[in-house]
């Protein structure tokens, strides 16, 4: 058994300033009464964002009231000043227009710094919200199992990080500088007037109800029309990812206008979708204009009745016509906002779809390995995926030793990668257990697991950066003589010589201006920098020709000196030298044993061999024939694929 380490393996630092987490903000309510109605999960989300933010937000507050304060003491002082000026003039008149002359002043100054602060706040307050939230996606996308990323299209994904976060951002924004400084506006407004006519201020309150009435009318048809734009517009981000992977078949098969018009179809229904949300915006919009203006010319009538019949002053009319312009504002301006609040409250509910997600990695309270001898143990292991039927493997036992190489072969979908998943630990044992020096690898903390292990994929993954980059992925002060050396035991040297400039030479966007064989010996590279325990070469040279093979091969024979490697191979003349070869068929090992074993007891793998070889023979006469324009690997790889 392996000791647990007391801290987390240093591969990634981290600033101590670090971008806040704001998974628990979706978390489902636990907490609901009995018979209570449930709440949405953007109201608990607002609820709980608005708590942890308490201080710096009610500090916005004060702020926002201070430096609106002109607001609403220029319509006060005015309205005494129209009063002054239409009575008798006295000293008294004089001393009192110094006085709001000096008030005017200091109301109107103090609000550079006020606004300065209350800016100060808000900003760092929503941009720290904004980087939260993208921080605590691509968190919980990092933490979800390989299964989850199988499930959902990249696409969407990616629709849901750009659009629906930037939609979140507008929420939050309009939330704290919109919604809730015009609430304090209309409330302050209302004050006011009350206390100098609450008659007056009854005729205020019919903008309430006018507007909330109009408000529900239109508020159910944006969010359900939202909701269809949004998915709509995932569905044609997800198509766009798939055409942009499809292009080299896309172009090969000469069906460019078929995916141009089957794209040109899903934009059209985006198109419509979009003009949908625009029409009832639109109506909205315009409804709410003309109510808001009818009933400011409705509170100028009613306030000059008043003053005709002495119960209000001539300045007053001017004071509560400002204070019904304040309020029929900041009302309006509310509701003109809540299409914003319908698209955000969407976008939250879009990302809770991943920030809700069980299908965690999590490795919290497990065993923490601070070192691997690479001992692997298969005890009648058997899995099957979730809702399937069929065991994709099946009763699989196999005890490997430290420094074994151990080849994987058979037809396609007989459960070869499955087993390479299940030792990564991206799948779980549905029966029997798998031991890592004699931990079951359900207990271990997979991060720390990983570690010690590192696979080399059929397909190689390379980011648009240096070879170097992409070597020391992940790790940090790694010497230059370290890639060097990594870099001539994986055969780079053959290819990087001639470059101009060498190891920081860019790739291009995965890898693409290599040639897939010095690929995927740049991936060997990332792999042997590691200096991992446990190597897993998943048909690594698969997709090469004869060359690029030849040239794969010598580097992984220098690859896997001294560490337990796990290779799943096509081409079966490669593993001559394995330690063992299991045969999998339909999920079950068949046969296990060397290669002239297998070969000696001329079964399964033997048969395998036969057709191995007939194919790759086939496919050398065909080339030959045409000219040997390409190499006989790639001809061979479809009969292959089906044999190894």
Known sequence: MNKTKTAEPKRYKRSDNVIPDFEHLFDEDGQEKPGKKKRGVGSLYYKRLLQKNKGGFCLSLLMFVLKNLPAW??????????????????????????????????????????????????????????????????????????????????????????????????????????????????????????YSSW???????????????????????????????????????????????????????????????????????????????????????????????????????????????????????????????????????????????????????????????????????KLKLSSLEGNVRFDHVSYKYPNGTAYVVEDFSIDVKKGECIAVVGASGSGKSTLMNLIIGFLKPTEGTLYIDGNDITQLSLPDYRHFISVVPQNSILFAGTIRQNIVYGLENVSNEQVERVAELANLNEFVKDLPKGLDTFVGEGGGKLSGGQKQRVTIARALIRDPRILILDEATSALDNISEYQVQKAIAGLIKGRTTFIVAHRLSTIRDADRIAVMEAGRCVELGSYDELMAKQGKFYELKCLNDMNFKIAEQALDAAGGEQSAEVAAQPGAAQAG
């Open 199 to 365: 008659m007056v201020t009854l005729f205020f309150f019919i903008i309430i109800p006018a507007n909330v009435l109009l408000t529900q009318f239109f508020r159910k048809r944006m969010s359900k029309k939202n909701h269809l734009y949004r998915v709509e517009n995932e569905h044609v981000s997800a198509r766009f990812t798939t055409m942009l992977g499809m292009l080299p078949v896309t172009k090969a098969h000469g069906l460019e206008n078929k995916e141009i018009a089957l794209c040109d179809r899903n934009i059209q229904k985006l198109t419509e979708r979009g003009l949908a949300v625009d029409r009832t915006v639109s109506y909205f919009g315009s409804a709410l204009w003309v109510v808001a203006n009818l009933m400011s010319v409705a509170c100028l009538i009613v306030c000059a009745v008043l003053a005709m019949l002495g119960w209000i002053s001539p300045g007053d009319i001017v004071l509560y016509q400002s204070m019904f312009t304040s309020i029929n504002g900041a009302v309006q301006t509310i509701v003109n906002v809540l299409p914003t609040f319908a698209v955000g409250f969407e976008a939250i509910s879009s990302l809770s779809e991943i920030m809700l997600s069980k299908e965690v990695e999590d490795s919290a309270g």
């Open 73 to 194: 003491v220029l319509p006060v002082i005015t309205a005494d000043v129209i009063d002054l000026a239409s009575g008798q003039w006295s000293g008294d008149s004089v001393k009192w227009l110094i006085i709001y002359a000096v008030i005017l002043v200091v109301v109107l100054v103090q609000n550079i710094p006020t606004h300065v602060i209350y800016s100060r706040i808000t900003d760092k307050m929503l941009r720290r919200t904004g980087a939260g939230m993208r921080g605590t996606v691509i968190r919980k996308l990092q933490h979800l199992s390989i299964t989850y990323h199988k499930e959902i299209e990249t696409g969407k994904l990616q629709s849901k990080f750009l659009k629906d976060i930037e939609s979140v951002d507008a929420l939050n924004t309009n939330l704290i500088k919109v919604l809730i400084p015009n609430i304090i506006v209309a409330l302050v407004s209302v004050g006011i007037s009350a």
